[in-house]
Each structure stands twice: as structure tokens, then as C-alpha cells.
């Protein structure tokens, strides 16, 4: 009997559990019965998407913003871990993600991308000016290297075997562990650290391209709204026909 109660009890817990999450992550209106777009993002890459006065702004979000207007549609915000984006999409609990994603193989395996808004934004490392500089990748790599978890400069450098490597989830936890010393070098999207070393305290890092890296931007959408995903790609065609990403690149002072 007090086996029955104990397993009553943690099947109790578990559907507790299923329904708050379901409550946070699933859509409450499919998108075929309603005008809003739920949009995953991850409110940590600035200028791509991040909050600023508890609103989450950025490139990003000015881009899904203005495509889901275009086809007669609003967004609704869900900010979440990124390395949670896309397995919300192959679920269907998110229609759309807007978070400086990059195509690759493997996610175009599990996503629909829409066209490329955003490129030519190459890897790069950041080291701390007056420490022993790294001249390549090479010597940048013998030393513990941060990156942020899930994004292209971790998948990129993953693939490279004994890198000691030190996953951090925002480009601010990775810029406060190099002002400390705990890592020796971060690698990064040159957009998303634009900013900081443009700033006062930007002079004191040193910086290189990595040859041959390029990140390219773009909208992911659910395989499970292929519709929405030829509306939003056909709407992204058409800011960049007409020049409305130029706008926005120089609104957020992307190259």
C-alpha cells in the first residue's frame, strides 16, 4: 500500500511538471486561428536580441517584427536558454526564432531557414590587451578559450578535439570572465561584440579574424508551419529588396 501512494504521489509531480512547462512553452493559439507569431528568442546577444528596460529589442527582433507585420501578423516574445530554440521549433511550441541563428547542416535538417538577412560576420578572437597575444588560432587555442554554448563559434571550435574549452551562456559572462582572467581568450561573432569594443573599455582587447569563418543570419521556422515559413521568407525577400535591413543594420550599427 505505501508503494501505491509513493508511485500515486510521483505520478502526481510528474503531470504537475508537464502541465507548468506546457503552460510556458507551448503556444496558446495555434497559427492558423490566430494573428500572433510566437517568436523564441534568447534575450542575450546584443545587438541580435537582449532587453533593455525589461523589453527584449534588438536586430533581430526589428527584423520578425516588421516581416510578421507585412503579412498581416504580430509576435509574441518567448525568451528562453538558446540551446532550448530549436528543439521548441521541432516541437511546434514556438512558430518562429529570431536569435542571430546561423544555418547549418544539421539544424536545416530539423528546421526551415528563410533567406539569409545578414553576413559576412566572421569568427573572432578577443584577448586582453597587454597579455601575451595570441598571433593565430593556433596559439589562441593552446589556452582556455570561452565561448557562448550552442552558438557558432562553440559548434566551430568543437569540432577542433583537445580545445579547453569554457561554455558561458552570454556574451557579458564571457566578456566578465576575460576582464578576470579566468579564460585567456574569447571567440565570438564580430556583431555580437561590436559594441563593446567600439566602447572606452573596448581599447583595452586585441582582436583577430579567424580565416574562413562567416557567420550568416537568419529566421528559423517550425517544419511544422511550412506556410508561415514561405510567408515570412517571401516578407524578408522583400525588406531586402527595398532596403529596409540596410535601415536596420544602421539603426544598430551592424556591419
Same mark, same amino acid.
Given at each position: 500500500?505505501?508503494?501505491?501512494?509513493?508511485?500515486?504521489?510521483?505520478?502526481?509531480?510528474?503531470?504537475?511538471?508537464?502541465?507548468?512547462?506546457?503552460?510556458?512553452?507551448?503556444?496558446?493559439?495555434? +497559427?492558423?486561428?490566430?494573428?500572433?507569431?510566437?517568436? #523564441? @528568442?534568447? *534575450?542575450?546577444?546584443?545587438?541580435?536580441?537582449?532587453?533593455?528596460?525589461?523589453?527584449?529589442? #534588438?536586430?533581430?527582433?526589428?527584423?520578425? @517584427?516588421?516581416?510578421?507585420? =507585412? +503579412?498581416?501578423?504580430?509576435?509574441?516574445?518567448?525568451? /528562453? %536558454?538558446?540551446?532550448?530554440?530549436? %528543439?521548441?521549433?521541432?516541437?511546434?511550441?514556438?512558430?518562429?526564432? &529570431? *536569435?542571430?541563428?546561423?544555418?547549418?547542416?544539421? =539544424?536545416?535538417? =530539423?528546421?526551415?531557414?528563410? %533567406?539569409?538577412?545578414? #553576413? !559576412?560576420? %566572421?569568427?573572432?578572437?578577443?584577448?586582453? @590587451?597587454?597579455?601575451?597575444?595570441?598571433?593565430?588560432?593556433?596559439?589562441?587555442?593552446?589556452?582556455?578559450?570561452?565561448? !557562448?554554448?550552442?552558438?557558432?563559434?562553440?559548434?566551430?571550435?568543437?569540432?577542433?578535439?583537445?580545445?579547453?574549452?569554457? =561554455?558561458?551562456?552570454?556574451?557579458?559572462? &564571457?566578456?566578465?570572465?576575460?576582464?578576470?582572467?579566468?579564460?585567456?581568450?574569447?571567440?565570438? #561573432?564580430?556583431?555580437?561584440?561590436?559594441?563593446?569594443?567600439?566602447?572606452?573599455?573596448?581599447?583595452?582587447?586585441? @582582436?583577430?579574424?579567424?580565416?574562413?569563418?562567416?557567420? !550568416?543570419? *537568419?529566421? *528559423?521556422?517550425?517544419?511544422?508551419?511550412?506556410?508561415?515559413?514561405?510567408?515570412?521568407? !517571401?516578407?524578408?525577400?522583400? /525588406?531586402?529588396?527595398?532596403?529596409?535591413?540596410?535601415?536596420?543594420?544602421?539603426?544598430?550599427?551592424?556591419?
Amino acid at each position: 500500500m505505501k508503494k501505491f501512494f509513493i508511485t500515486l504521489f510521483l505520478l502526481a509531480v510528474s503531470l504537475s511538471a508537464f502541465f507548468w512547462i506546457s503552460r510556458f512553452y507551448t503556444p496558446r493559439r495555434t +497559427i492558423a486561428d490566430t494573428k500572433t507569431i510566437i517568436v #523564441g @528568442t534568447s *534575450a542575450d546577444f546584443k545587438p541580435m536580441s537582449f532587453k533593455e528596460n525589461d523589453t527584449i529589442v #534588438g536586430f533581430d527582433i526589428d527584423v520578425v @517584427t516588421e516581416a510578421a507585420r =507585412r +503579412i498581416g501578423k504580430e509576435i509574441e516574445l518567448r525568451d /528562453m %536558454p538558446f540551446e532550448l530554440l530549436i %528543439p521548441q521549433l521541432q516541437l511546434g511550441t514556438v512558430h518562429c526564432v &529570431a *536569435a542571430g541563428l546561423s544555418e547549418t547542416p544539421d =539544424r536545416a535538417k =530539423r528546421v526551415i531557414f528563410s %533567406p539569409v538577412y545578414l #553576413g !559576412n560576420d %566572421p569568427l573572432i578572437v578577443v584577448t586582453r @590587451t597587454g597579455d601575451t597575444e595570441p598571433q593565430n588560432l593556433r596559439e589562441a587555442l593552446e589556452r582556455v578559450v570561452a565561448v !557562448n554554448q550552442g552558438y557558432t563559434a562553440d559548434l566551430y571550435l568543437s569540432k577542433m578535439g583537445s580545445v579547453q574549452l569554457r =561554455r558561458l551562456p552570454s556574451v557579458a559572462d &564571457a566578456i566578465m570572465a576575460l576582464r578576470l582572467g579566468q579564460v585567456d581568450s574569447f571567440v565570438t #561573432g564580430r556583431t555580437s561584440i561590436t559594441r563593446f569594443l567600439e566602447s572606452p573599455e573596448g581599447a583595452n582587447y586585441h @582582436t583577430f579574424i579567424i580565416p574562413d569563418t562567416d557567420e !550568416n543570419m *537568419a529566421l *528559423a521556422i517550425s517544419q511544422r508551419y511550412p506556410e508561415l515559413a514561405e510567408e515570412l521568407s !517571401n516578407a524578408l525577400c522583400e /525588406m531586402l529588396e527595398d532596403g529596409f535591413i540596410d535601415q536596420l543594420r544602421e539603426k544598430w550599427h551592424v556591419q
